[in-house]
């Protein structure tokens, strides 16, 4: 089996994808399918990968296109998004010029206008609406298209038919056909606005520094090639500050790697001669001599983006509800209509059952189905995004409110990325002194104790990979690291090791600090809950959620904040992929996190979140992003999301209420009550309406 991935341009809303995706898996050679309106994407299994041609050909069949890449992609949704505004403005001015006309002023010039600004408003401003309906009938598809373009065409057809004096009515029903494509443009509009809010986080995919690898050749040359054409066995060269680029082996060297992609701690890892080394890792000092042990394009950190892309096909509950019962919904309205033309032509004449099939098309356009979804997901994300949360996938919104636990990442989720100093017994000149010595270093143990403060130094220093730095000043000389780096230097540690074991409780990472072979003392430094981290796991048990931890940090370490947070459970030394799976094990899951070895996870979850500081490849992948480190705006997530699944059903229970009230009576079957197309075009538009003004009271959460 082989694997299809393609960006497809043109889908309006879910159930574009539904049915590429049911036409795809009837074709030949097609195992299955998955297409995702949300990410503009389709991943096909194929028996053979000569199948690409029909697959390409069916969708663009269907209506659809195929794009090259992540970039028109882009340029496509703001071309598309331009348009649309300009055929909804268009529209509102057409369609209030006719309202006028009709409204105020009676004679033949008025009806001429009527017919003349109609013509250009529907079939160029709803173009779209008639061209996808086409296509939808011709492949046998029936969906919201279809019920618009049905429902425009059958008053414009029977105003014009007036128009030329066929029909003896006096009135004309112009405006009720531009209303039905005002409103369905203001869903689309609205829809497409919070698509192209949210492709702002989307649009790049970490860069990490990979994309040139200097190669040592037979011949003892460098040679500089890009990083996709490393292959297994090339030897590369990589130096402090560069990124690996190319799972490997080392062959020289040593150096402190940053690995915070592959197990989430911001500590680094000493990497030595025998050792294996990870593409994506980034060299914090020293320098590498790595034999690579696969291409760069099979390397840990592209299976890991190759996670991110296979977790992400997961589609709203809500957001196709509509669609999926629209599907039905089109078709029974049809029939119905049709039914009613042939009632009424018996009963009475042509011209009464041309009104009433015409008010049951009308009535029945779901411009309120189209607005209840998104319209109050945009003005949930505008109420988050004034609450510091910036909402990439609105789908997300609806979901949340279904979940059954939360699961966390442990460091820069619940406890700070950045160490901090807890306690020391150094004197006050003996400890400015070490912090002047740490700024040597880019460790973050170093970083701790100098604060990025420029410090001049008038002596030499040079940072032993592993262990510490050795510094030497006038006659003097010191040492800074850890227990057994002091040690191998003939440096007793007896008193300073009593202070840190006085504070055992606190689990924390010892410094200690000598001068001339005399231990002065040390500092012991920890990471500290982020603001908020205690408060929320208690809301969190109110709510009867369960709590998890998955961490890649000791088991030690995850224990005790584990124990001091009362999480109901935690998982300790977890890799990125074991990390997928474990969310994939949790029903309804919300996973927070904010490292690269999360992205996969955070994809895969059925709710993520992550940080504005967060890794560029988990703000990709998190549904939600928080801009505060303070924890507790998780909370009020939840109360929103609650909030918007609920505005969400009254608006789809209204737009089906009020379609099955009205439909009886526009078909005229209901006594002493009639509904005109004029007055049936009024109605659906109170509809839509009231479905705007439930919306709003997003606005107050």
């Known amino acids: 089996m082989e694997e299809l991935r393609l960006k497809i341009g043109k889908m309006t809303c879910v159930n574009c994808s539904n049915a590429i995706e049911r036409a795809c898996k009837k074709l030949d050679g097609v195992e299955d399918a998955s297409v995702s309106y949300v990410n503009s994407s389709g991943v096909f299994l194929l028996k053979d990968m000569q199948k690409r041609k029909d697959i390409i050909a069916k969708i663009e069949n269907l209506g659809f296109e195929i794009l090259e890449d992540e970039q028109s992609l882009i340029e496509y949704k703001i071309k598309k998004h331009l348009q649309l505004r300009k055929n909804l403005l268009l529209s509102v001015v057409l369609g209030t010029i006719i309202m006028y006309f009709e409204m105020f002023v009676k004679n033949s010039f008025s009806q001429n206008i009527q017919m003349l600004l109609s013509v250009f408003g529907i079939f160029y401003c709803g173009r779209d609406f008639f061209f996808h309906a086409f296509l939808g009938i011709k ?35 112009f405006s009720g056909a531009m209303m039905i494509i005002i409103f369905v443009l203001l869903g689309r509009y609205f829809e497409s606005k919070a698509k192209l809010k949210a492709q702002k986080y ?21 040679k500089e090639i890009p990083s996709s054409f490393v292959k297994s066995s090339d030897v590369l060269l990589v130096k402090e ?51 690579a042990s696969k291409k760069a394009m099979d390397s ?53 059952s041309f009104l009433h099939a015409c008010a049951v098309l009308l009535i029945s356009c779901p411009c309120a189905l189209g607005l209840a979804t998104p319209l109050a997901l945009v003005v949930a994300s505008s109420s988050a995004a004034r609450n510091f949360v910036l909402v990439k996938n609105l789908s997300a919104l609806e979901r949340l409110a279904l979940i059954k636990c939360v699961v966390f990442d442990k460091t820069g989720t619940l406890t700070k990325a950045k160490l901090s100093i807890l306690k020391h017994n150094l004197t006050k000149d003996d400890f400015d002194k070490l912090c002047q010595i740490e700024s040597l270093s880019s460790h973050p143990i170093a970083q701790a104790l100098h604060q990025n403060k420029a410090f001049k130094l008038e002596g030499e220093g040079r940072v032993i990979v592993g262990c510490g730095i050795k510094y030497k000043e006038n006659n003097d000389a010191y040492w800074v690291g850890n227990a057994q780096f002091l040690h191998e230097n003939a440096i007793k540690t007896q008193e300073t090791d009593a202070f840190f074991d006085s504070l055992k409780k ?103 979140m992550s940080f504005s500081k967060a890794n560029e490849l988990a703000k ?80 107050r959460v």
Not at 202 to 221: C, F, V
Not at 308 to 332: E, G, H, N, R, T
Not at 640 to 652: C, E
């Open 241 to 291: 500050g560069e990124s690996i680029i190319v799972d490997g082996l080392v062959l020289k060297g040593s150096a402190e790697l940053d690995m915070s992609f592959l197990n989430g701690e911001f500590l680094p890892v000493l990497k030595q001669e025998g050792d294996e080394v990870q593409a994506g890792s980034i060299v914090l000092n020293g320098a590498l001599k790595i034999k």
């Open 139 to 173: 492949n046998k598809h029936l969906d919201m298209n279809t019920l618009v373009a049905l429902g425009t065409l059958s008053a414009f057809v029977y105003s014009f038919l007036v128009y030329l004096g066929i029909f003896n009515a006096k009135d004309l029903y």
């Open 506 to 608: 606190y689990e924390g990472i010892r410094v200690y600090f000598a001068k001339n072979k005399e231990c002065l003392g040390g500092v012991l430094l920890n990471s500290t809950f982020k603001k908020g981290a205690k408060e929320l796991i208690c809301k969190l048990k109110d709510e009867k959620l369960k709590t998890f931890i998955l961490s890649g940090d000791h088991e030690k370490n995850v224990e005790k904040i584990a124990q001091k947070l009362q999480v109901d459970g935690f998982y300790s030394q977890v890799k990125s992929e074991d990390k997928l799976q474990r969310i994939k094990s949790y029903q309804n899951a919300l996973f927070v996190g904010d490292g690269i070895n999360d992205a996969a996870a955070l994809g895969a979850a059925f709710v993520s």
């Open 202 to 222: 989307q649009d790049a995919l970490e860069k990490i520094d990979t994309k040139k690898a200097r190669i040592l050749l037979e011949n003892e040359e460098i």
């Open 300 to 352: 840990t950190l592209e299976q890991i983006k190759n996670l991110v892309f296979q977790a992400s096909k997961m589609k709203s509950p809500l957001a196709d509800l509509a669609d999926q019962i629209s599907k039905y919904f089109v078709a029974s309205i049809i029939v119905f209509a049709f039914l009613v033309f042939i009632f009424w032509f018996i009963k009475a004449d042509l011209n009464a």
């Open 620 to 699: 990709k992948t998190g549904d939600f992003i928080l801009l505060k480190e303070d924890l507790k705006t998780i909370f009020f997530c939840f109360k929103l999301a609650k909030k918007t699944r609920q505005i969400i059903k009254m608006n789809l229970f209204w737009a089906f209420a009020y379609n099955t009230l009205c439909i009886p009576i526009a078909a005229g079957f209901v006594p002493f009550i009639s509904l005109s197309p004029p007055v049936a075009a009024l109605a659906m538009g109170l509809s839509s309406f009231s479905v705007v003004l439930n919306s709003l009271r997003l606005k």
